[in-house]
Antibody
């Protein structure tokens, strides 16, 4: 069965960077894209962007342009999302997904001084 | 960006009830609309794709309809496990925006 397993919770200081990983199994990784979605505490879902695991093409939400980089490593079937210049309002659970049906368990990123 | 507006934002219902949640897009999105259910502390679960297609394994008590700008999610015979937050999402145009969510409460 399809599984997406994300890296563990992170605590970062404002201005730092975080890199969240998402290891896929149960399907041909390079045949599908990976979507990243985040959810701030008590808030709704926010689409961050998408990366093709086939050729690395990306599409980022304008809000994150210049601060986010999504990458994949087909040798390990792992996707990564790096967010830089963290602010307190980046505190959220970050999800990877093989949209729409398969989701990771989420990674809590806390940004606090 | 396409704005997705759900109504109502919250809804109280009882076990056995039938409820309908509406999602409106700020511009036409054809049938590129998905519905998700999310329970506290859990990842979203896909219910419906392409506006009216049931995701594999999702019970037929969930149904979706609509095209263009107006969409609905209907849930019949509510059970305790159906009380959750529901989100619509358009995937016609990047960025693939979500509605603000509808909290379904007992």
């Amino acid at each position: 069965q399809v599984q997406l397993v994300q890296s563990g919770a992170e605590v970062k200081k404002p201005g730092a960077s975080v890199k969240v990983s998402c290891k896929a199994s149960g399907y041909t990784f390079s045949s599908y894209g990976i979507t990243w979605v985040r959810q701030a505490p008590g808030q709704g879902l926010e689409w961050m962007g998408w990366i093709s695991a086939y050729n690395g093409d990306t599409n980022y939400a304008q809000k994150f342009q210049g601060r986010v980089t999504m990458t994949t490593d087909t040798s390990t079937s792992t996707a990564y999302m790096e967010l830089r210049s963290l602010r307190s309002d980046d505190t959220a659970v970050y999800y990877c997904a093989r949209a729409p049906s398969d989701w990771g368990q989420g990674t809590l990123v806390t940004v606090s001084s | 960006d396409i704005q997705m507006t759900q109504s109502p934002s919250s809804l109280s219902a009882s076990v056995g009830d039938r409820v309908t949640i509406t999602c409106r897009a700020s511009q036409g999105i054809s049938y590129y609309l998905a519905w998700f259910q999310q329970k506290p502390g859990k990842a979203p679960k896909s219910l419906i794709y392409a506006a009216s297609n049931l995701q594999s394994g999702v019970p037929s008590k969930f149904s979706g309809s609509g095209s263009g700008t107006d969409f609905t999610l209907t849930i019949t015979s509510l059970q305790p496990e159906d009380f959750a937050t529901y989100y619509c999402q358009q995937y016609n145009t990047y960025p693939f925006t979500f509605g603000q969510g509808t909290r379904l409460e007992i």
